[in-house]
């Protein structure tokens, strides 16, 4: 399955590529991923900046940055949850929601976060880590 692995928004306006992913693909139960996906939680992947780029529509993307100055980037055309930056995370890296990929892609997610403030409905059942919150914090499991 080797790279370049693209995706996409709902309406295919925006359109990526990422050429390598780094190991760590988490999905995020906290109330602001889940509000911005509609889900139960948001699946990010993480690539280098110099693997990743836009291939279309990147006018398109627009930002909402929350009271914890985290900024979660979607298609202003069709509303696709489409990427997550924090200020506190290494600026070499980009966060890119999993699902909106249309290739089959080589990573899995590894961990549940924040499940802590996750909903209760959608508690993980699987057998992977759970953090209370980051990755540095508690494991609940
Ligand atoms: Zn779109
Ligand atoms: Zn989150």
Sequence with gaps: ??????????????????????????????????KFHGAAFATLAEARRANFRWIAGEELLKGYTADNGTTRSFCSNCGSSLMFASPNADPDLVEISLGCFDDEVPVRPDAHIYVASGAKWAHPEDNLPQYEAGRDSARLK
């Design 1 to 34: 399955m080797p790279g370049p692995y693209q995706g996409s928004c709902l309406c295919n306006a925006i359109r990526f590529e990422v050429d390598e992913f780094e190991p760590q693909t988490g999905s995020c139960h906290c109330s602001m991923c889940r």
